[in-house]
């Protein structure tokens, strides 16, 4: 993939999509390239369990935890706004579970994505479209 800081306008919904690709295909190296070295990442289980995802470090822990419990993981944007330094992608999962096999198909889901200079600088998931318009005002205002 190979990251450019010189991200033409639209780019960071080039690189949103970037990044649900390399998540699916658990490729590390591609979401380090994306994400800033600061980056907070809160995916909708860390927000049930109260836990942030930061740095690299953390981006990388999160694909370990991440395909510990899942066999099949992609999330899929399908509509995407950018607001300012900020990318706004609904869309739904894919996934299957590593022990039981279950699997969730279409499972709503809207991410809310913060860039800076050309890097994913904080990526939150909702499963409630109001919730993350609300999160999304307290972040405008931040």
Do not use: K
Request: proline share 4%; aromatic share 10%; charged share 25%.
């Amino acid at each position: 993939m190979g990251y450019s800081p010189n991200v033409p306008d639209g780019g960071n919904t080039a690189l949103l999509q970037q990044w649900f690709a390399a998540t699916a295909r658990r490729d590390v190296d591609a979401l380090l390239e994306i994400a800033s070295p600061d980056i907070e990442y809160v995916p909708i289980m860390a927000v049930l369990e109260g836990r942030v995802y930061r740095g690299h470090e953390g981006v990388t822990r999160w694909v370990e935890d991440l395909f510990e419990h899942w066999e099949v993981f992609e999330p899929v944007g399908q509509h995407f706004r950018e607001q300012g330094n900020f990318v706004i992608a609904t869309g739904c999962w894919h996934a299957r579970g590593r022990a039981s096999g279950a699997q969730l198909d279409d499972q709503d889901a809207t991410w809310i994505v913060e860039f800076r200079d050309g890097r994913m600088t904080r990526l939150q998931t909702f499963t409630s479209q109001e919730e993350a318009d609300e999160a999304l005002v307290r972040m405008s205002r931040a």
